[in-house]
């Protein structure tokens, strides 16, 4: 058990919709970082949050938005969705802005 | 336009043998290079990363990996397999980007198998 937590496990819903995936970091972990696992595009990196503010940027959908509330819990939001999202979603945290990433289980979502 | 390479889909390895993944990259910059592995049915692991000084560095589960500058490549190794070690692995490589911010590249993934 890494410590990062990510709500829901799994999630089904139809194309055009909009989802909110939620990843609380390990305790005292200042940076969340998104990644995008499918099977036809691999693992991709979407974004990270350092202490409320964005610091790196991956291969983000405009339709894709997310963001690192006070408490450091992080949400990434999803519209429009298409059935090419459907893939696992990934939350990790490290301590520092550079360190060591803890991943968390993985929300598996799946755009019908 | 920068990428990260993993030119093996899968590498079969003996247990007890040495094992090796390879991993190269083009990016501008010095980068800093990390390696994850996926056990099946488990998320992601750190394994390793490099920063900056001793090429070789040391990471978990007896793994290391050697940065080599001139060939823009930094391999993941270990020198004794073992059965569980069997996983998917990523290579990824951090690079600043011209906004102040960073950019993270990912590998394909190398699927390595070791066999009893």
């Known amino acids: 058990d890494s410590g990062v937590t990510q709500t829901p496990k799994h999630l089904i819903t139809a194309t055009g919709q909009r989802v909110t995936l939620r990843c609380s970091p390990r305790s005292g972990d200042l940076s969340v970082y998104w990644y995008q696992q499918s099977l036809d595009q691999g693992l991709q990196f979407l974004i990270q949050y350092y202490n409320g503010e964005e610091r790196a940027k991956g291969n983000i959908l405009e339709r894709f938005s997310a963001q690192q509330f006070p408490d450091l819990h992080s949400e990434l939001n999803l519209s429009s969705l298409e059935l090419g999202d459907s893939a696992l979603y990934f939350c990790?945290?490290?301590?520092?802005?550079?360190?060591?990433?803890?991943f968390g289980p993985g929300t598996r979502l799946t755009v019908t | 336009a920068q990428s990260v390479a993993q030119p093996e889909d899968q590498v079969n390895v003996a247990e007890g043998n040495p094992l090796t993944v390879k991993c190269t990259y083009s990016?501008?910059?010095?980068?800093?290079l990390f390696w994850y592995v996926q056990y099946p049915n488990r998320g992601l692991q750190f394994l390793l990363k490099y920063i900056t000084g001793d090429n070789l560095v040391k990471g978990s589960y007896g793994f290391e990996a050697e940065f080599n500058k001139s060939q823009t490549s930094f391999h993941l190794k270990k020198p004794s397999a073992l059965v569980s070690d069997s996983a998917l692995y990523f290579c990824a490589v951090r690079v600043p980007s011209t906004t102040g911010t960073y950019k993270y590249f990912f590998g394909t993934g190398t699927r390595l198998k070791v066999l009893a």
């Open positions: 990790a945290s490290s301590e520092l802005l550079e360190g060591e990433q803890y």
């Open positions: 990016v501008s910059g010095n980068p800093y």
